[in-house]
């Protein structure tokens, strides 16, 4: 019986050795949430044979394990997904608020975060837009041009207020 639980308790520390170490690797290519963390490790016990308690010991010990490294932190996870999307893929606020939800972020670090970012560097993320989109479609009429260009803004998820501002000074007559 003894030899049993010994035998156990060591197969759960080489299974959590191994846990940790596929989550290391996992985020080795780019920052991630805890709960795409979380996701992640959930796959990996498909394969396992542990019962759905010791899973989720396991799991919630990787993660601790993690936030006590400093390698999962949501807040700083927000604001590396925004400035990312604002340089690479430009997105509007309401647009990151829906992307970021669903990588399992609370929304209070999602206002923190959005909040944090200067106004000023939403206008240049919908200036590119404006921009390439002004290039894309140069052959239409002005109000034509107006309304794409509109409709592409509000789709990115960027405030009216701000799609005016933007059009009236990239959008010259």
Not at 41 to 52: A, G, I, P, V
Not at 92 to 117: F, N, P, T, V, W
Not at 155 to 164: D, P
Request: aromatic share 10%.
């Amino acid at each position: 019986m003894v030899k049993n639980q010994k035998r156990n308790q060591q197969k759960n520390k080489d299974f959590l050795e191994k846990l940790y170490n596929q989550a290391l690797h996992f985020l080795s290519y780019r920052p991630r949430s805890k709960q795409e963390i979380g996701d992640y490790l959930r796959r990996k016990f498909q394969q396992s044979q542990f019962n759905d308690s010791e899973k989720e010991k396991l799991e919630e010990r990787v993660l601790i394990k993690l936030e006590d490294q400093a390698l999962i932190n949501d807040q700083e996870f927000a604001l590396w997904w925004i400035e990312q999307r604002l340089t690479f893929r430009p997105r509007g606020q309401r647009c990151l608020y829906g992307e970021l939800l669903q990588k399992g972020i609370k929304k209070e670090i999602i206002d923190r975060a959005l909040k944090s970012i200067p106004e000023e560097d939403w206008q240049i993320a919908a200036e590119k837009i404006v921009s390439k989109g002004a290039r894309v479609y140069q052959s239409l009429s002005f109000q034509k041009l107006r309304n794409k260009l509109t409709g592409l803004l509000a789709r990115r998820g960027f405030e009216y207020s701000l799609i005016r501002k933007v059009i009236d000074e990239g959008v010259k007559k």
